[in-house]
């Protein structure tokens, strides 16, 4: 029965990043005023209002958000990804990923979403 439960552990980490990894909840601000001094490859899950530009997308507390956290959304399995295109604007959404440096700065890179 253990091997059983081992094996549908490992499945399960396949279908979804998020099991697979342990992610430390942090808030948006927390994140904006911190990002230099976590340590890259840190997995963190952030929640916010996200605008996706391509493969990339800002992550902001509101539309008129001037200082957004930088998302690599590439890596994204297809159907998160396929669930940004129906957003208008901003989507509201739970991302966890590692801390990384994406465009110019220190950001995420985007391993699981929910859009909420």
């Known amino acids: 029965m253990k091997k059983y439960l081992i094996a ?3 499945l399960a980490s ?6 697979a990894f342990s992610y430390k909840v942090m808030s948006l ?3 904006k005023l911190d990002k230099n001094s976590i340590e890259v490859g840190t997995r963190l899950e952030l929640a916010g209002q996200l605008q996706q530009l391509g493969e990339l997308g800002m992550l902001k ?3 008129m958000d001037m200082s957004p956290v930088m998302v690599e ?3 994204l ?3 998160q990804r396929k669930d940004l295109l129906h957003c208008a604007l901003l989507c509201s959404v739970i991302i966890r990923g590692r801390v990384d440096k994406v465009f110019t700065g220190q950001g995420l890179v985007g391993e699981d979403l929910t859009v909420k």
């Open 14 to 19: 396949l279908a979804s990043p998020s099991l």
């Open 73 to 75: 959304l590439k890596g």
């Open 8 to 10: 549908a552990a490992v």
């Open 77 to 79: 399995p297809r159907e």
């Open 61 to 63: 507390d509101g539309l």
């Open 29 to 31: 601000e927390d994140f």
